[in-house]
């Protein structure tokens, strides 16, 4: 399985952004998928994960905020990002789990997942 993530930018405060996670060589259907972002010199941090029954966790810092959702037809996987803040500026990666219930579980354990992309930078800034 290679997941590709793409749709980061520079966005103005207040602004939104939708990222995609598209998957490869196998059907992303049977996985629980989750979306991290990461600054430099501080841990991976687990803010949203969608389980294959499309059970969905998001973390406090984006709750309200961002949206996840899933489009098995076309292997796809999505982060809606809404009313961004200069706080949300990240490398964002999504990343696939053979758990396919981990939303309801530890979505936001790094080591639960099996599969990484590369990443996407995102940039909030005036």
């Known amino acids: 399985l290679q997941l590709a993530e793409s749709g980061g930018g520079l966005v103005h405060p207040g602004g939104s952004l939708r990222l995609s996670c598209a998957a490869s060589?196998?059907?992303?259907?049977?996985?629980?998928i989750g979306w991290f972002r990461q600054v430099p010199g501080k841990e991976r941090e687990g803010i949203s994960c969608i389980s294959k029954d499309g059970g969905t966790y998001y973390a406090d810092s984006v709750k309200g905020r961002f949206t996840i959702s899933r489009d098995n037809v076309e292997n796809m996987v999505f982060l809606q990002m809404n009313t961004l803040k200069p706080e949300d500026t990240a490398v964002y990666y999504c990343?696939?789990?053979?758990?396919?219930?981990?939303?309801?579980?530890?979505?936001?354990?790094?080591?639960?997942?099996?599969?990484w992309g590369q990443g996407t930078q995102v940039t909030v800034s005036s």
């Open positions: 990343a696939a789990s053979t758990d396919s219930d981990l939303a309801g579980t530890h979505p936001e354990v790094v080591e639960m997942y099996d599969y």
């Open positions: 060589g196998r059907n992303l259907e049977y996985y629980a």
